[in-house]
């Protein structure tokens, strides 16, 4: 099974998912800045293997059928389960923080499960991508100082709960262009360094 990740498409969600590895680590550790740092490229990795995988020639059926469950386990890690590490550690595992993390990884089952079967619409999603994810997160922490250390816990919940309802809501998104892929890469690697400066400045 591991000749399928021969594959350039299926390279870059792999590293996706040892980003997202990564991130789960630091979060865990308690190096939350540094863990949404990291966990931005996992989100870059995400936008960029659909564009790889487009581009690739002669892409074998049954490659493009791994990627496209390798890219759902992905999504729910970098989308889903940092995030969800994220706000209980923010949350100091509040009630409030424990009850948007079982929200949070409910509703990022239930909205994967659902674009696996039914995918974009007229070049929309429904609902909120999960993607959405790490970047509130990247600039909440950008923000820190400006909520202050007594109102961060209760804000980055109270933030989650209402884009965790945003996820399964009916809501057209549209999917990325190219102007909104470039904007994507731009963020990414600017927010992730400007948070890594600060988790070990």
Same mark, same amino acid.
């Given at each position: 099974m =591991?000749?399928?990740?021969? !594959? *350039?498409?299926?390279?870059?969600? /792999?590293?996706? #998912? @040892?980003? $997202?590895?990564?991130?789960?680590q630091l979060a865990i550790d308690g190096r939350l800045e540094i863990a949404v740092a990291v966990a931005l490229w996992a989100m870059l990795a995400d936008q960029l293997d659909g564009v790889v995988a487009k581009r690739t020639s002669n892409r074998a059926v049954e490659t493009a059928q791994m990627g496209k469950a390798l890219d759902?386990?992905? !999504?729910?890690?970098?989308?889903?389960? @940092? &995030?969800?590490? +994220? @706000?209980?550690?923010?949350? !100091?595992?509040?009630?409030?923080?424990?009850?948007? #993390?079982?929200?949070?990884?409910?509703?990022?089952?239930?909205?994967?499960?659902?674009?696996?079967?039914?995918?974009? /619409?007229?070049g929309y999603f429904r609902g909120v991508p999960l993607s959405y994810d790490i970047p509130l997160l990247a600039v909440l922490f950008l923000m820190r100082s400006f909520f202050g250390s007594e109102n961060f816990p209760v804000i980055? &919940?109270?933030?989650?709960?209402?884009?965790?309802?945003?996820? #399964?809501?009916?809501?057209? +998104?549209?999917? *990325?262009?190219?102007?909104?892929?470039? @904007?994507?890469? =731009?963020?990414?690697? $600017?927010? $992730?360094?400007? =948070?890594?400066l600060r988790a070990v400045a």
């Amino acid at each position: 099974m =591991l000749r399928y990740l021969n !594959d *350039p498409a299926n390279m870059i969600t /792999s590293c996706g #998912v @040892v980003f $997202s590895a990564l991130a789960i680590q630091l979060a865990i550790d308690g190096r939350l800045e540094i863990a949404v740092a990291v966990a931005l490229w996992a989100m870059l990795a995400d936008q960029l293997d659909g564009v790889v995988a487009k581009r690739t020639s002669n892409r074998a059926v049954e490659t493009a059928q791994m990627g496209k469950a390798l890219d759902g386990f992905a !999504d729910l890690l970098y989308g889903a389960v @940092v &995030p969800a590490i +994220v @706000v209980a550690k923010v949350g !100091d595992h509040s009630p409030l923080s424990l009850l948007v #993390v079982s929200a949070m990884l409910l509703a990022g089952a239930i909205r994967l499960s659902y674009f696996a079967n039914f995918g974009l /619409s007229g070049g929309y999603f429904r609902g909120v991508p999960l993607s959405y994810d790490i970047p509130l997160l990247a600039v909440l922490f950008l923000m820190r100082s400006f909520f202050g250390s007594e109102n961060f816990p209760v804000i980055v &919940p109270l933030c989650f709960a209402a884009l965790t309802v945003s996820h #399964v809501a009916s809501i057209r +998104v549209p999917a *990325p262009n190219k102007a909104m892929y470039f @904007v994507i890469i =731009l963020f990414s690697v $600017s927010v $992730s360094g400007a =948070l890594a400066l600060r988790a070990v400045a």
